[in-house]
């Protein structure tokens, strides 16, 4: 099941979600610390970036998101 991610500018920490596919539920995971991972978060800023342009290429941001997914599944098998 893919994750969804969103940053939280604030405390400065990715939001690790997942939605089973077709429900409209979100299912919290966990957050992970800018200190902790800043590779991954800034990749989280970027995607986030990515989504907000009126221009949105969607071929990117779904290439985008699949280095957001493997830095976080490398991030759960080193921690």
Known sequence: MNK???VDEKTEEVIV????KG???????ECVGRKEN???YQAVMT???????????LSLFKAMD????GLYVKHKSIG
């Open 66 to 69: 699949k280095v957001c997914q």
């Open 17 to 20: 979600s997942e939605s089973p």
């Open 4 to 6: 969804l991610f969103a």
């Open 38 to 40: 800043e590779i991954l």
């Open 47 to 57: 995607l986030t970036c990515m989504s907000k342009d009126a221009d949105l290429d």
């Open 23 to 29: 429900s409209k539920q979100i299912h919290f995971i």
